[in-house]
């Protein structure tokens, strides 16, 4: 048996004690820091016949999800912008690499474009090198363009399908069959 609080081998009677409010087996030496239960009441209870006992299912709610609205986003030559700011100001890449608490080797593959800095990273080497590598999103208008159409030609499912603004309704309009 082992003692539950040091975990080692218990030699001689294992002591029941009452340690930081839970009753356990302990050895001697590991029982001075609680209370020795001399008298532990066994009372083993049986289930009355008139008691049911139902299962209660618990239910787990999820943690609530945060809501991150992301209104920068990396510029499109960032490897340029580094690796010239670097090279500008004379440092290597473990020099860099020290500066920022960053490997040299997720550097240098940043530096080559095979990854992405993360934002963290990004606002680090603009710091550092005191270049500007996030730029606010750039709101991209999409229009569509409508076709004309001859008044011979029939109606179509692209007809049917128009692209309108989500705070605006179309305006229905249907051809007289």
Do not use: F, W
Request: glycine share 4%.
């Amino acid at each position: 048996m082992r003692c539950e609080v040091c975990g080692r081998k218990i030699h001689t009677d294992p002591v029941r004690a009452v340690i930081e409010g839970a009753k356990l087996t302990v050895c001697v030496e590991c029982s001075k820091h609680g209370k020795v239960v001399v008298h532990e009441e066994v009372s083993i209870s049986q289930p009355s016949p008139t008691k049911s006992y139902a299962h209660i299912p618990v239910i787990m709610k999820k943690p609530p999800v945060a809501q991150v609205q992301i209104t920068t986003e990396i510029v499109d030559d960032y490897a340029v912008k580094i690796r010239s700011a670097r090279e500008k100001l004379g440092l290597s890449h473990d020099d860099l690499g020290k500066k920022i608490n960053e490997k040299t080797s997720v550097l240098r593959h940043i530096e080559t474009g095979k990854i992405a800095p993360t934002n963290q990273l990004a606002n680090k080497l603009e710091h550092a090198l005191k270049i500007k590598l996030m730029v606010p999103i750039a709101d991209e208008k999409v229009t569509a363009a409508t076709p004309k159409k001859l008044a011979s030609e029939g109606l179509t499912l692209g007809d049917l399908i128009e692209m309108t603004k989500p705070d605006e309704e179309a305006p229905s309009r249907r051809k007289p069959s």
